[in-house]
């Protein structure tokens, strides 16, 4: 079992900055991969950004080069920074973990891009 606790999120003007964190705990040695979902509403749920177990990272094509992925192996704690935000950004973002064959989800974070 993993456990995901996500914190950051909010209301941020178009342009401007925001980080996301999400911290993992219980069978972390499990692990191979982790990322991060966002569903729009009326939308069906898409990876934004994933980083695996050797640090490779890869970006949905609307987010790569405003988006980082980001990981503390010693914290157990996974990140995104997202800048430039825009509008069609706003959802509510998932942190995700893959651990063995198992699914695990974050409780979502709504992110607003409004002016």
């Known amino acids: 079992q993993v456990q995901l606790v996500e914190s950051g999120g909010g209301l941020v003007q178009p342009g401007g900055s925001l980080g996301l964190s999400c911290a993992a705990s219980?069978?972390?040695?499990?692990?191979?991969?982790m990322g991060w979902y966002r569903q729009a509403p009326g939308k069906q749920r898409e990876r934004v950004a994933r980083?695996?177990?050797?640090?490779?990272?890869y970006y949905v094509d609307s987010v790569r080069g405003r988006f980082t992925i980001s990981r503390d192996i010693a914290k157990n704690t996974l990140y995104l920074q997202m800048n430039s935000l825009k509008p069609e950004d706003t959802a509510v973002y998932y942190c995700?973990?893959?651990?063995?064959?198992?699914?695990?989800w974050g409780q979502g974070t709504q992110v607003t891009v409004s002016s």
């Open positions: 980083i695996t177990s050797d640090g490779r990272t």
């Open positions: 219980g069978s972390i040695a499990s692990i191979n991969a």
């Open positions: 995700h973990v893959l651990a063995g064959i198992h699914d695990y």
